[in-house]
């Protein structure tokens, strides 16, 4: 048995079962191939061992997603009650109610476009990432059905 340091890529470990299979022996007049039992159930032992890698990485994804939609919420409260102070102290020392109300309202508007980009960039990138991880894993369990089924054969 062959052993090989344990790639968290799985891509790597389904090339490697790949080329047990086209390194594999030939069996006269069919389409079947013999390969390395040992090296090939290894592999898929560390295929095996690698995709939770890949769930912790898209859990850490969304973790992380909801962090920064929490900061930008925190963000945008910070921003709504500097405009709410600002509109209490014009309001209160200059006796500019229309001003007063007018930049508040624009700072809140500012506050609420603000929150709304980041979020949006935020889920954009969440989804992004989520969508690259379900293609990888739906690729990865096609290459697994192939695999499987070549070995039925």
Known sequence: MIQHSQPTDIMELIDRLAAQVGDGKRVLLSNRVIVEEDEF????????????????????????????????????????????????????????????????????????DNARRSKDEFDKYARETLEKLERVMRETLADLEQAKGTLSH
């Open 41 to 112: 159930l290894a592999t898929l032992d560390e295929l095996r061992q690698s995709i939770p890698q890949e769930l912790l990485q898209a859990r850490r994804v969304l973790q992380q997603r909801q962090e920064i939609v929490l900061e930008a919420q925190q963000e945008a409260q910070k921003i709504l009650d500097t405009a709410q102070e600002r509109v209490e102290y014009l309001i209160s020392e200059k006796g500019l109610t229309a001003e007063a109300r007018y930049r508040g309202e624009g700072y809140l508007r500012h506050a609420r």
